[in-house]
């Protein structure tokens, strides 16, 4: 028996590669923890930026709570079983009125995980929709196999190397994935995807969890993950802590030697070291 999705919602998750609205919290908490963020860039001075917006639920609680969130899990579960990890988290924060896209792609490109079972939990802290640059999808290409990218490094791409598959995407069947806060869709990694800018006078702010079963394997370099469910007898990730205070400093060391080994890995093969390299647009992501 499922925990939480409906044996249709797991068929159109097989079918389509993603599915969604799925509501894991009340649209309030999901405000509040929005309310938690921005408190906590007005007092730093301004938005997060460079490898701040990747794995920051190994710097703050409230975002280590949000990747154990029962109702995330259960549906994660729902989908790949019973052992679990969080291998990473990213936030796509897209300011008002901006410029900021991301171009079609499948997740899969860089990531160096060993198979496609990989699943994203994109949890809505604003509203995301048409007038916003909610994300679109084309439905059903998470069956096709990892299809040639281009990196484009454009401005205003989000991703880490502005990749685009290198094949033509077929847009007259785009879906795009409207949420309220405190829902989440759920994609696969080999989705083709993408969403536009955000012209609209408030931010919209995403926060992408991604879910791997414990078998699976990182196959470009040292990597770690985060426990969420169950036991992991692979030990194919060293064990990531969790931290019980905003900032701790031994937490910030950590996630400095963690996300420069990450972005290592992501940004393979081109000049760019790290997130915080000035190559590496300061709100890229993934
Ligand atoms: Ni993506």
């Known amino acids: 028996m499922p925990k939480i999705l409906s044996e249709t919602q797991i068929e159109q998750f097989r079918r389509d590669g993603c599915v969604f609205p799925i509501r894991v919290m009340p649209e309030a908490e999901a405000l509040e923890i929005r309310s938690t963020l921005q408190h906590y860039e007005s007092k730093s001075g301004g938005p997060l930026g460079g490898d701040l917006r990747h794995k920051t639920h190994l710097l703050f609680p409230w975002l280590a709570d949000l990747v154990r969130n029962s109702r995330i899990v259960d549906a994660i579960e729902d989908l790949y079983g019973p052992n679990l990890l969080c291998w990473t988290t990213n936030f796509f924060i897209k300011e008002a009125s901006n410029p900021a896209f991301v171009s079609w792609h499948q997740d899969s490109t860089y990531w160096g995980l060993s198979r496609p079972d990989v699943v994203t939990a994109w949890v809505a802290l604003t509203p995301s929709n048409h007038a916003n640059g909610a994300m679109t999808f084309i439905p059903g290409t998470h069956l096709s196999d990892q299809l040639e990218h281009r990196d484009t490094f454009a401005k205003n791409n989000l991703l880490t190397r ?80 969790r931290p019980t205070a905003d900032m701790q400093p031994d937490f910030v060391a950590l996630h400095r030697q963690i996300t420069e080994r990450n972005a290592q890995i992501l940004y393979r093969g081109t000049q760019v070291k790290s997130y915080n390299d000035p190559k590496a647009l300061p709100d890229r992501a993934a």
Do not use: C, M, W
């Open 162 to 241: 502005g990749q685009e598959v290198a094949v033509d995407v077929d847009e007259s069947k785009a879906v795009t994935i409207e949420l309220r806060p405190g829902e989440i869709s759920l994609h696969h990694v080999r989705l083709v995807h993408g969403s536009p800018a955000n012209p609209s006078n408030d931010r919209r702010i995403g926060f992408a969890i991604r879910y791997i079963p414990t078998n699976v394997s990182q196959v470009a370099g040292e990597d770690s993950a985060t426990l969420v469910r169950g036991v992991d007898t692979f030990h194919h990730f060293a064990p990531e802590p």
